[in-house]
């Protein structure tokens, strides 16, 4: 079982799972969650994590401390915009007419070819 694999090998293993992934093996067991107390994870989880936080681990900082920055940390990420836009289909248009064309800001954004023959949104 995972119970009998040594602590150094479960430290690492632990490291490379997120905050709310060590927060659930916490639930496990009374072992794991033992484990999951201890500063060394917390730490590791601290150091290695790239949710926005405050500088650290220092020496001065409680172990309650860094688990508690990094689980309000975990929370505002996950109710966070994405980073990365996401592409929107996008659409072809024909236009009629030689009259001026203009820029449509909104929930849409159109422009007008050169050419004045199709508008792409």
């Given at each position: 079982t995972l119970e009998n694999i040594p602590i150094d090998v479960?430290?690492?293993?632990?490291?490379?799972?997120?905050?709310l992934d060590i927060v659930r093996l916490r639930l496990?067991?009374?072992f794991f969650w033992e484990v999951m107390e201890g500063r060394t994870v917390w730490s590791n989880a601290y150091r290695t994590t790239t949710l926005p936080r405050h500088p650290g681990p220092f020496p001065h900082q409680s172990t309650e401390m860094l688990k508690e920055t990094l689980l309000e940390s975990a929370k505002l990420a996950r109710n966070w915009a994405p980073h990365e836009?996401?592409?929107t289909a996008r659409r072809t248009l024909p236009v009629e007419g030689d009259g001026p064309h203009q820029l449509v800001l909104g929930r849409w954004l159109m422009y007008v070819e050169k050419t004045c023959t199709?508008?792409?949104?």
């Open positions: 479960l430290y690492r293993i632990v490291s490379f799972i997120s905050v496990v067991s009374k836009p996401i592409p199709r508008i792409e949104c």
